[in-house]
T-cell receptor, first 112, second 113 residues
Framework: GQQVMQIPQYQHVQEGEDFTTYCNSS?????IQWYKQRPGGHPVFLIQ?????EVKKQKRLTFQFGEAKKNSSLHITATQTTDVGTYFC????????????FGEGTQLTVNP | DGGITQSPKYLFRKEGQNVTLSCEQN?????MYWYRQDPGQGLRLIYY???????QKGDIAEGYSVSREKKESFPLTVTSAQKNPTAFYLC????????????FGQGTRLTVV
């Protein structure tokens, strides 16, 4: 079945350093979504990418969708303590578009 | 105030007892989901429903059951057959279709003793 994998599982950075998490799917995705979960909280939608090679920016966050639509990345420039949390990618199911499969997430810690 | 509500926030049960977790949404969303999250781990899909009176198994459905009798409600029952039920359970909803974002409830932390 479809698998969505994320690396790294954990990342510790000093405030001001950059951070990148990578998402890889075993199948081609029609779209990919990114979510952030703060410690003790619930996942909150950040963005969706649909087109091959698409790049979107939200302030210090840059999201990319691979040309083959099987991988994606989230890059944070100059991390801040407010960036702490777990970042998840998610994609639709191979046979059912309503199914939403999440990666394992990357847990980001930022040291001030 | 539109949103998705899970109750209770914390739940304790004795081993061998069934327990039902509530999930209600007033967003008029067609699709609803249940995920399980274990410490330091990702979200694993238990069940999902695309429409009233219909639902599909996710990746870890064994030991769980659901119903979808109303559009706004998608309760999850953790049965005694679930071997390791202690976890954080998250309910989500979407407007439907693969290009819509998911909205999550606050979650229920279930502890079985």
């Amino acid at each position: 079945g479809q698998q969505v994998m994320q690396i790294p599982q954990y990342q510790h950075v000093q405030e001001g350093e950059d951070f990148t998490t990578y998402c890889n799917s075993s199948t081609t995705l029609s779209n990919i979504q990114w979510y952030k979960q703060r410690p003790g909280g619930h996942p909150v939608f950040l963005i969706q990418l649909v087109k091959s090679g698409e790049v979107k920016k939200q302030k210090r966050l840059t999201f990319q969708f691979g040309e083959a639509k099987k991988n994606s990345s989230l890059h944070i420039t100059a991390t801040q303590t407010t960036d702490v949390g777990t970042y998840f990618c998610a994609g639709p199911g191979e046979t059912s578009g309503s199914r939403l499969t999440f990666g394992e997430g990357t847990q980001l810690t930022v040291n001030p | 105030d539109g949103g998705i509500t899970q109750s209770p926030k914390y739940l304790f049960r004795k081993e061998g007892q069934n327990v039902t977790l509530s999930c209600e949404q007033n967003l008029n969303h067609d699709a609803m989901y249940w995920y399980r999250q274990d410490p330091g781990q990702g979200l694993r899909l238990i069940y999902y429903s695309q429409i009233v009176n219909d639902f599909q198994k996710g990746d870890i459905a064994e030991g769980y059951s659901v119903s979808r009798e109303k559009k706004e409600s998608f309760p999850l029952t953790v049965t005694s057959a679930q071997k390791n039920p202690t976890a954080f359970y998250l309910c989500a909803s979407r407007a439907g279709g693969m290009n819509t974002e998911a909205f999550f409830g606050q979650g229920t932390r279930l502890t079985v003793v």
